[in-house]
């Protein structure tokens, strides 16, 4: 089992920045690939970014590349998606996500970004 926690989403205007941090406790050493993801109501969920726990490598969607930047510091079993020139589009509610050996999923509950002047 994994759980985790989202924060740092909030009202922001457009060309700003925010930086969303996901809390993760639980089988954290059976977790090969962490990602955040984002819903808009009537819209399905999509890929912001992934990040293997092997490697470090990151993965990010066209839309988001070149402004946002994602990360985990392993000592406080965070994962964090840093975001900049942030635009109206970018608004929704952001997921963190962890994937453990097996293929299993888990979701957090999300946090809400808003952009808007």
């Known amino acids: 089992q994994v759980q985790l926690v989202e924060s740092g989403g909030g009202l922001v205007q457009p060309g700003g920045s925010l930086r969303l941090s996901c809390a993760v406790s639980g089988s954290i050493f059976s977790i090969y690939v962490m990602g955040w993801y984002r819903q808009v109501p009537g819209k399905q969920r999509e890929l912001v970014a992934t990040l293997t726990t092997s490697g470090g490598l990151a993965n990010y969607a066209d839309s988001v590349k070149g402004r946002f930047s994602i990360s985990r510091d392993n000592a406080k079993n965070t994962l964090y998606l840093q975001m900049n020139s942030l635009k109206p589009e970018d608004t929704a509610v952001y997921y963190c996500?962890?994937?453990?050996?097996?293929?299993?999923?888990?979701w957090g509950k999300g946090t809400l970004v808003t952009v808007s002047s």
């Open positions: 996500n962890a994937i453990i050996i097996g293929g299993v999923g888990y």
